[in-house]
């Protein structure tokens, strides 16, 4: 067996709320829409991976999504025009990548990153 993707699911009352944030902010395209449930993501870009802390590194909390792009520059752009508030960051990390923390609509905590 392999497993070939690994998908997070929020529980929300308006799954279209995510068309704002995720899409138009994010860049994210729509990959599946029921009513009852929308999949957004990259087609054939996405890799299974899953992560477990106890912290979300620089003392943070730990977030419940992480996005990696391309151009963080560019994505914190959008965040900010879009008027979303930053939690956290924009900071380069000693680990490699520069990242910022936001809420998405549904009140979940996103670390938006690119590897430095």
């Known amino acids: 067996m392999r497993v070939k993707r690994i998908v997070p699911n929020v529980a929300t009352e308006d799954a279209t709320a995510a068309l704002h944030f995720y899409g138009e ?28 802390a106890v912290e979300g ?3 943070t909390p730990v977030p419940d999504l992480s996005v990696e792009v391309d151009d963080l ?16 960051g924009p900071a380069e990390e000693p680990w490699g990548v520069r990242r910022f923390f936001v809420r998405d609509p549904f009140g979940k905590l996103v670390n938006i990153l690119a590897h430095c």
């Open 73 to 88: 520059d560019t994505a914190l752009a959008r965040v900010r025009a879009a008027g979303y508030v930053l939690e956290y």
């Open 57 to 59: 590194g620089s003392g």
């Open 25 to 52: 902010v994010l860049g994210l395209e729509p990959l599946m829409d029921h009513g009852w449930i929308a999949t957004w993501g990259v087609r054939g870009e996405a890799v299974a991976q899953i992560s477990f």
